[in-house]
T-cell receptor, first 112, second 114 residues
Framework: KQEVTQIPAALSVPEGENLVLNCSFT??????LQWFRQDPGKGLTSLLL?????REQTSGRLNASLDKSSGRSTLYIAASQPGDSATYLC???????????FGTGTQLKVEL | DVKVTQSSRYLVKRTGEKVFLECVQD?????MFWYRQDPGLGLRLIYF???????EKGDIPEGYSVSREKKERFSLILESASTNQTSMYLC?????????????FGPGTRLTVL
């Protein structure tokens, strides 16, 4: 059974800092990995999707990498802003059933 | 842009009531999903549907049923609501299963069962 872990559970950084969020998964037989953002009390917004054949994807200040063999992904946020404050979730798709398995998220706070 | 809407943002119901949560997507997606999200447990899949009138159980289907009569609409039904079903419910849709297409989420329904 796939398990997805995100460490740390919470992170607080000053504005302008570059930061890395981590995601690890136990079964490397995945189709893709997706990073989401969730604001308090809201739904999830898709940020980046990396297919299993890719090593990284970039969107603006965000860069996500994937190392399938070691079961790890990172989300790099450059020059963080207070508006980046949210919970970031990763989810992997793979194995039987084509279902997404989610991590429990990293709650990010970017302070002025 | 894909838009996924849910009928209510907040809902308060009493134990034993029948509850309907509605979800509509406007991008002709084949696949629709219902999740619940609880602190410390993350998102867990309740049911999904890959076509009209087709459904499959997710990880936690007990106490729930679903209906998909039209492609754009996927309903989650709590036949007899219980307090342990108090949660945030999230609907999602996706063009295809697997591959390079993303899953898009609605804003969520916060359900409280008293």
């Amino acid at each position: 059974k796939q398990e997805v872990t995100q460490i740390p559970a919470a992170l607080s950084v000053p504005e302008g800092e570059n930061l890395v969020l981590n995601c690890s998964f136990t079964d490397s037989a995945i189709y893709n990995l997706q990073w989401f953002r969730q604001d308090p009390g809201k739904g999830l917004t898709s940020l980046l999707l990396i297919q299993s054949s890719q090593r990284e994807q970039t969107s603006g200040r965000l860069n996500a990498s994937l190392d399938k063999s070691s079961g790890r992904s990172t989300l790099y946020i450059a020059a963080s802003q207070p508006g980046d404050s949210a919970t970031y979730l990763c989810a992997v798709e793979g194995g039987g059933g084509n279902k997404l398995t989610f991590g429990t998220g990293t709650q990010l706070k970017v302070e002025l | 842009d894909v838009k996924v809407t849910q009928s209510s943002r907040y809902l308060v119901k009493r134990t034993g009531e029948k509850v309907f949560l509605e979800c509509v997507q406007d991008m002709d997606h084949e696949n629709m999903f219902w999740y619940r999200q609880d602190p410390g447990l993350g998102l867990r899949l309740i049911y999904f549907s890959y076509d009209v009138k087709m459904k499959e159980k997710g990880d936690i289907p007990e106490g729930y049923s679903v209906s998909r009569e039209k492609k754009e609409r996927f309903s989650l039904i709590l036949e007899s609501a219980s307090t342990n079903q108090t949660s945030m419910y999230l609907c999602a849709s996706r063009l295809r299963l697997a591959g390079d297409n993303e899953q898009f989420f609605g804003p969520g329904t916060r359900l409280t069962v008293l």
